[in-house]
């Protein structure tokens, strides 16, 4: 059974900072991209940080460039996102995403989303 599970989330003072972390299971994990997306209330779901399968490349939005930074550990089957400096336009449901390319056909697994709410 694939899952993909984020932790990690909560509620944070501007400024302050939070690790998400998202474990994957049922599948190769290392053979994956894993996409870091938040949804705010009313908004479109929109890609904070990627990086490749073997972590050789990482992607960033601009709105998060410098102040996160997105890693993995294909031994723990765990990708992890570093939040440091939020603010409360960081406030979002936290989603991962596994993703591979196969010749024509594209493979998504989703998880269910960790909250994260910068407020003072």
């Given amino acids: 059974q694939v899952q993909l ?15 998400l972390s998202c474990a994957a299971s049922g599948f190769t994990f290392s053979l994956y991209d894993i996409l870091w997306y938040r949804q705010a209330p009313g908004k479109q779901r929109d890609m904070v940080a990627t990086i490749t399968s073997a972590g050789g490349s990482t992607n960033y939005a601009d709105s998060v460039k410098g102040r996160f930074n997105i890693s993995r550990d294909n031994a723990k089957n765990t990708v992890y996102l570093q939040m440091n400096s939020l603010k409360p336009e960081d406030t979002a449901v936290y989603y991962c995403k596994a993703h591979r390319r196969l010749l024509t056909l594209n493979y998504d697994y989703w998880g269910q989303g960790t909250q994260v709410t910068v407020s003072s």
């Avoid at 599970?5 to 690790?19: I, T």
């Fill in 5 to 19: 599970v984020e932790s990690g989330g909560g509620l944070v003072q501007p400024g302050g900072s939070l690790r």
